[in-house]
């Protein structure tokens, strides 16, 4: 078994006294890509925001490498769902990515040579290095998703989250945006959150199913009663790259 | 008015207030503009007018207390005030604002009616009055601008990230709640020095004109700053040679002129994206 980087143990959430997460143990390593499926309003976002320290689960425990989540956070590169940020915003593809290393400067200092360097790699990585003095608005969809995934790599993270990456991407964009994580899985596992269960199945290592409860087996398999029991209705679905049929048609009675 | 610059210390003043405040709006009006701060900046501009009235009311226990330094300590309180009240409770951030606004200008028009006598400038911090700036008040402009651009000079990078993509920037572990306040201070600060040139009612103004008329023409940052300055400028001492030679009232003359340069910004980027587009677009 390789190095655990995340584990949740029994872990709680709650707002308002209303479960948003029921007893959580999960956990990843070393060489996983896990593809997270969901329903929305399934808790796919909130489980993220537990790795990154945001959210205190009411009950059981979240460690990062080993950390506490907001020590662990340093070594997690972080790609939030497509933030409707102002497109005439006054800022460029560099100034975007330098911010992701503003967990390693300090304040009341300016960006280092280092932190430069660390930048222009980050884009290279992403195909992005062209487009680095362009006006962050001026990008398609695909390209600025590259962006924000250079953002997240500039920290030289241990661990990679993405949150629904390719609500803002053309379907062409898709297949090379896939390419590049499938390159970025050699260097660190990725924990990649999607609705489209079918396109993700192709190319994560492992899935598993949220809404509110886990459903995992720390494999690429679900069974149509983890589906069923997740999403309340029968899903068409792919494994292993083959499409069928897992589940009967769904007949009223 | 060259003439009336060499002759009168008070043209010469009005001069220097006038850059100086040009200074604190170019580069904390260019945050207010990006960070889409239009309307709480409103609340902390108007709610100073209750620091104004308790340092006129106070002003006659202690001596050394004015007007201006009321609005300083009321106006850095209310606009913490603010930004704590808006992100701590579920109060809609329109209506936290709505109220600290008006709270704020009722608590200043209470205390002057509780101080006895004639209070003859009053209009002049709604309204404004740069001809009448003194030294002192320079002075306090100086210290004010020196103040807000170190600090921006500390925080620019941490600025920009909250300003661009806050939520990253908590997920990053940014105390991205403590610069939002400070943000919210160096406000406050330019609130209280710009109340002598435009006055109260008009400080909104001078926040969001020049910002807005310099994001026409970059995609930079701290160029934007560098440029709304400049537009402040303009705005400021043609706006003071108009209103010398035609006799109007300086803070709204230069309110007027900075609208005026505005519009033709606008005009301008427009015919030129029509220009560009025409050439690109071949004709059938």
């Known amino acids: 078994m390789s190095e655990e980087v995340v584990k949740l143990n029994n872990v709680w959430v709650q707002y308002d006294g209303t479960p948003v997460l029921e007893d959580i143990s999960l956990s990843i390593r070393k060489d996983d890509f896990l593809g997270l499926i969901g329903p929305n309003g399934g808790g796919k976002t909130t489980l993220l925001k537990l790795m990154l320290g945001l959210i205190t689960p009411s009950r059981g425990e979240v460690t990062i490498l080993g950390e506490s989540p907001q020590k662990g956070r340093k070594h997690i590169g972080y790609v939030p769902q497509h933030s409707l940020f102002d497109r005439d915003f006054p800022i460029n593809v560099m100034e975007v990515v330098l911010t992701g290393r503003l967990n390693h400067t300090r304040p009341f200092n300016w960006y280092s040579k280092v932190d430069r360097k660390a930048a222009l790699e980050a884009l290279e990585s992403v195909d992005m290095l062209e487009l680095k003095n362009r006006q962050i608005g001026m990008l398609s969809g695909g390209q600025q998703q590259r962006v924000f995934v250079a953002r997240a790599l500039v920290g030289e993270p241990k661990l990679l989250l993405l949150d629904e990456p390719m609500s803002n991407v053309d379907a062409p964009m898709q297949a090379e945006f896939y390419e590049l994580l499938e390159r970025l899985k050699q260097r660190m596992p990725i924990v ?27 494999s690429k398999e679900l069974t149509p009663e983890d589906l069923e029991a997740a999403y309340q209705c029968p899903i068409q679905m792919i494994a292993h790259g083959v499409p069928h049929r897992v589940l009967k048609e769904h007949t009223h009675e | 008015m060259i003439d009336a610059i060499l002759h009168y210390p008070f043209m010469q003043r009005a001069l220097i207030a006038g850059l100086l405040a040009a200074v604190a709006c170019g580069i904390i009006g260019t945050y207010v503009v990006v960070k889409r701060m239009v309307f ?31 609005a300083l300590v009321f106006t850095l309180f209310s606009a913490l005030g603010m930004g704590l009240i808006v992100r701590r409770t579920r109060l809609s951030e329109d209506t936290v604002i709505g109220i600290m606004w008006a709270v704020g200008m009722a608590i200043g028009i209470v205390f002057i009616g509780l101080t006895p006598g004639y209070t003859p400038d009053l209009f002049s911090y709604l309204f404004g009055s740069i001809l009448t700036v003194s030294i002192s008040d320079l002075i306090m402009m100086a210290v004010l601008d020196a103040i807000i651009i170190a600090l921006v000079l500390m925080l620019y990078k941490e600025f920009l990230a909250i300003s661009f993509d806050q939520e990253f920037g908590t997920a990053l572990g940014l105390p991205t709640q403590r610069l939002y306040l400070i943000l919210l201070c160096l406000i406050a600060l330019t609130v209280v020095l710009l109340i002598r040139v435009v006055g109260i009612i008009l400080i909104i103004a001078l926040l969001t004109i020049p910002p807005a008329t310099a994001r026409q023409h970059t995609h930079n940052l701290k160029n934007m700053m560098l440029l709304s300055i400049a537009f402040g400028m303009v705005a400021v001492l043609g706006g003071l040679w108009l209103s010398y030679e035609l006799d109007l009232r300086s803070g709204a003359t230069i309110i007027l002129l900075s609208a005026v340069i505005f519009a033709a910004s606008t005009l301008f980027t427009r015919l030129r994206h029509r220009k560009r587009n025409s050439l690109e677009t071949p004709a059938d």
Do not use: M
Request: hydrophobic content about 40%; proline content about 2%; overall charge positive.
């Open chain 1, 192 to 218: 990649l959150v999607s609705h489209d269960i079918s396109a993700v199945s192709v190319y994560v290592s492992k899935i598993a199913c949220l809404n509110r409860k886990l459903y995992y087996h720390e």
């Open chain 2, 40 to 70: 709480i900046s409103g609340g902390i501009s108007h709610a100073s007018f209750g620091g104004i009235g308790l340092g006129y009311y106070l002003s006659q226990y202690i001596s050394w207390v004015t007007p201006v330094y009321g």
